[in-house]
C-alpha cells in the first residue's frame, strides 16, 4: 500500500509565493514518476507538473517559469515550489505518484490553495 501526503497548502496574495510538499511511503525513486495535479471547483483536474525517476521535468504551460518541482530521494518527498501565484492558480492541489506498473497510480488527500486579495 503506497500512501501519500500533501502539506504547504494556504491563502496567499495574488504575486505571493508557496511551497507545497509531498511525501511517500516507499520510496519515490521506485516510481516512474512523481506528479502534482490541481482541481479547481467545476473545472477538470489538470496535470501541473512531473518529474521522472531520471529527473526529466514538464510543466503545462500555465506555469512555466512560476512553479518548479523538485524531489528528495532521500526524504522520500517531491516538492511545488509557486511563485507569481495567480488567482486562476486556485485549487486543490493533489500529488500523484505514477507506478511504472500499466495504469497503476496513487493520490494523495490534497491541499487547498487559494490565491485571493
Known amino acids: 500500500q503506497v500512501q501519500l501526503m500533501e502539506s504547504g497548502g494556504g491563502l496567499v496574495q495574488p504575486g505571493g509565493s508557496l511551497r507545497l510538499s509531498c511525501a511517500a511511503s516507499?520510496?519515490?525513486?521506485?516510481?516512474?514518476?512523481m506528479r502534482w495535479y490541481r482541481q479547481a471547483p467545476g473545472k477538470q483536474r489538470e496535470l501541473v507538473a512531473v518529474?521522472?525517476?531520471?529527473?526529466?521535468?514538464y510543466y503545462v504551460d500555465s506555469v512555466k517559469g512560476r512553479f518548479t518541482i523538485s524531489r528528495d530521494n532521500g526524504k522520500n518527498m517531491v516538492g511545488l515550489q509557486m511563485n507569481s501565484l495567480k488567482p486562476e492558480d486556485t485549487a486543490v492541489y493533489y500529488c500523484?505518484?505514477?507506478?511504472?506498473?500499466?495504469?497503476?497510480?496513487?493520490w494523495g488527500q490534497g491541499t487547498q490553495v487559494t490565491v485571493s486579495s
Open positions: 516507499g520510496s519515490i525513486f521506485s516510481f516512474k514518476s
Open positions: 518529474i521522472t525517476s531520471g529527473g526529466s521535468t
Open positions: 500523484n505518484a505514477e507506478s511504472y506498473n500499466l495504469g497503476t497510480n496513487y
